[in-house]
């Protein structure tokens, strides 16, 4: 009895969390914080985020596809526990697409990221022929 009221309580508590429109960090500060949600987030001691900065043009397009899919997935598991809210689902179909953008410009100019992408239509595999973003780093 104890464990299902309290776990009904904090389910309610969790709840009371999300019911009026949160506030959101824009995807660059989520990305870095780890969380989207600026009434979610607590700084741990004194633990300042780094700032991510690229070096290239490779790596600026992948860290802003990063952020804009970060912060879809976010919203995406927000909406799970709120389908009703509009202006949520909308900012998120907006990342989505801007994501789908960024990761279609990515691999037109650098190759695909993932095994099941859209623009894996040819043989050999691309993966086998480019580097993956990682390997860039060392040369490998």
């Known amino acids: 009895m104890y464990n299902y009221y309290f776990n009904e309580n904090m389910y309610r508590s969790n709840n009371d969390l999300y019911r009026n429109t949160p506030s959101l ?28 900065i690229p070096k290239n043009e490779r790596e600026k397009l992948l860290l802003e596809l990063s952020q804009i899919s970060f912060a879809a997935h976010e919203l995406k598991l927000y909406l799970d526990l709120n389908p009703n809210d509009s202006s949520m689902l ?51």
């Open 25 to 52: 960090y824009n995807p660059t500060v989520g990305f870095n914080n780890g969380n989207m949600f600026s009434n979610l987030y607590t700084q741990y001691k004194n633990y300042k985020p780094e700032n991510l």
């Open 90 to 140: 909308t900012l998120f179909n907006d990342y989505t697409k801007k994501a789908n953008a960024l990761r279609n410009e990515y691999e037109s100019k650098y190759g695909i990221l993932e095994s099941n992408s859209d623009n894996n239509n040819e043989t050999p595999f691309a993966w086998e022929e480019e580097m993956w973003p990682w390997e860039a780093k060392f040369n490998v």
